[in-house]
């Protein structure tokens, strides 16, 4: 493997492990700069995941303009080295004014993943490219796994010691990028930073041009806005209703991200061959309400664990919607479907951590009149049902499977 292709991996790897390094420590750290209750801490923590999700969508295609007009290796390294000064400021943030700072800077250095990727097909020939574009998923989906385990192991030195370790992680790939990284972009080939190319909300404007899939990335969004309440309110909701450590929340959240790495890696091509792309989607919607409905009311921590496998696999629904979502727009117009699915996906991260976290403060604070700490996996279930609702309404039959 080229050296410079394991930066770009680990890169990825960074980016998926940043966002799940804190996640266990996040209810403890809110309430050591805030002090106050739970409830609270999750409605922070709400604000907090959605500034960074908002960046990182606003800021995606920008970066990746500017690394059209300056290069790739500028944007990569720069945006390594904020991220690493923005990991140190967290550390020592004694305010909630200043994590949240570090959030909004955070999500714009994290936006880099089609810069990233755009640098693998630089240095990827034809033939190599699809595999290399699957090193970059599967490193992303490495660092999801990663992170909360680490985190949650590190929270026992503290509430900042993942950020130390964020900060100092990439710091050390900002080195490896400065010594293996050559640019790949030729001046001939770079073009005007033009903002109209860096509007993150062009492609959602252009749906007119794919009237067979509306519906369904209607479905789509849906189902990534009720699947976005593990990372949203996950550690809230396992210290409020079991009880657990960060050490414990980071490893549930672990379990969780290596199933669904499992799920998606292999467990969809079962599915697909049992059930069809339309009997899959279905299926997993069923898994999902299932999971979402149990969570809602159960009060045993081994059994919410014991229904990772359950929740996870409500991962079999993207890729049978892409599935069938690619089969009803023209061959030039897979790469605008596309950037519409990541659209919807992004919005939803930036709406779903709001609802959930303020559902859970709303049923667990402590003038609550209906004591829920479940509320916001009631709510994924109510929305996963209108989704599959939606789904099987005539309009969306397909005959895919």
Request: glycine share 14%; aromatic share 10%.
């Given at each position: 493997m080229k050296p410079a292709a394991l930066?770009?991996?680990?890169?990825?790897?960074?980016?998926?492990?940043?966002?799940?390094?804190?996640?266990?420590?996040?209810?403890?750290?809110?309430?050591?700069?805030?002090?106050?209750?739970?409830?609270?801490?999750?409605?922070?923590?709400?604000?907090?995941a959605t500034s960074f999700a908002a960046m990182q969508f606003l800021c995606g295609p920008a970066l990746g303009s500017l690394s059209d007009r300056f290069g790739r290796r500028p944007v990569l390294l720069v945006s390594l080295g904020v991220m690493a000064m923005d990991y140190v400021v967290m550390a020592l943030a004694g305010s909630i004014w200043l994590l949240l700072a570090g959030r909004l800077?955070?999500?714009?250095?994290?936006?880099?993943q089609g810069t990233a990727a755009a640098y693998m097909a630089d240095?990827?020939?034809?033939?190599?490219?699809?595999?290399?574009?699957?090193?970059?998923?599967?490193?992303?989906?490495?660092?999801?796994?990663?992170?909360?385990?680490?985190?949650?192991?590190?929270?026992?030195?503290?509430?900042?010691?993942?950020?130390?370790?964020?900060?100092?992680?990439?710091?050390?790939?900002?080195?490896?990028g400065w010594v293996v990284l050559h640019e790949t972009v030729r001046p001939e080939h770079r073009r005007a930073f033009e903002w109209r190319r860096a509007n993150p909300l062009g492609v959602l404007r252009n749906l007119d041009r794919l009237p067979g899939v509306r519906q369904l990335l209607l479905v789509y969004f849906f189902y990534h806005v009720a699947f976005a309440v593990y990372p949203s309110v996950?550690?809230?909701?396992?210290?409020?209703?079991?009880?657990?450590?960060?050490?414990?929340?980071?490893?549930?959240?672990?379990?969780?991200?290596?199933?669904?790495?499992?799920?998606?890696?292999?467990?969809?091509?079962?599915?697909?061959?049992?059930?069809?792309?339309?009997?899959?989607?279905?299926?997993?919607h069923v898994f999902a309400v299932a999971a979402y409905g149990a969570l809602g009311i159960i009060a045993s921590g081994p059994v919410a664990l014991l229904l990772t496998p359950l929740a996870a696999l409500?991962?079999?629904?993207?890729?049978?919607?892409?599935?069938?979502?690619?089969?009803?727009?023209?061959?030039?117009?897979?790469?605008?479907?596309?950037?519409?699915?990541?659209?919807?996906?992004?919005?939803?991260?930036?709406?779903?951590?709001?609802?959930?976290?303020?559902?859970?403060?709303?049923?667990?604070?402590?003038?609550?009149?209906?004591?829920?700490?479940?509320?916001?996996?009631?709510?994924?279930?109510?929305?996963?049902?209108?989704?599959?609702?939606?789904?099987?309404?005539?309009?969306v039959r397909t005959d895919a499977a």
């Open positions: 930066f770009i991996m680990l890169t990825v790897l960074i980016d998926a492990m940043g966002i799940g390094l804190m996640v266990p420590v996040m209810p403890d750290l809110i309430r050591e700069v805030q002090d106050g209750t739970l409830a609270e801490a999750a409605v922070w923590g709400g604000v907090l800077v955070g999500g714009i250095t994290a936006a880099t240095i990827s020939t034809p033939r190599d490219r699809t595999r290399n574009f699957g090193l970059i998923g599967a490193s992303f989906g490495a660092g999801f796994v990663l992170g909360p385990l680490i985190g949650g192991m590190l929270a026992e030195y503290g509430t900042r010691a993942p950020f130390w370790a964020a900060a100092g992680l990439a710091t050390a790939n900002v080195v490896l996950w550690s809230y909701f396992g210290q409020e209703r079991f009880g657990w450590t960060p050490a414990l929340i980071g490893l549930s959240l672990g379990l969780f991200g290596a199933v669904m790495a499992l799920v998606q890696g292999g467990a969809i091509r079962l599915a697909l061959r049992w059930w069809g792309e339309r009997g899959t989607v279905v299926a997993g409500a991962g079999v629904i993207p890729p049978a919607l892409q599935g069938i979502m690619s089969q009803r727009v023209a061959a030039d117009a897979q790469g605008e479907l596309q950037g519409a699915l990541t659209s919807a996906a992004s919005l939803a991260m930036i709406l779903s951590p709001l609802a959930m976290t303020w559902t859970f403060a709303a049923f667990t604070h402590r003038d609550t009149p209906f004591y829920l700490p479940g509320a916001p996996f009631l709510v994924a279930m109510c929305l996963t049902v209108a989704a599959l609702a939606l789904f099987v309404r005539p309009a």
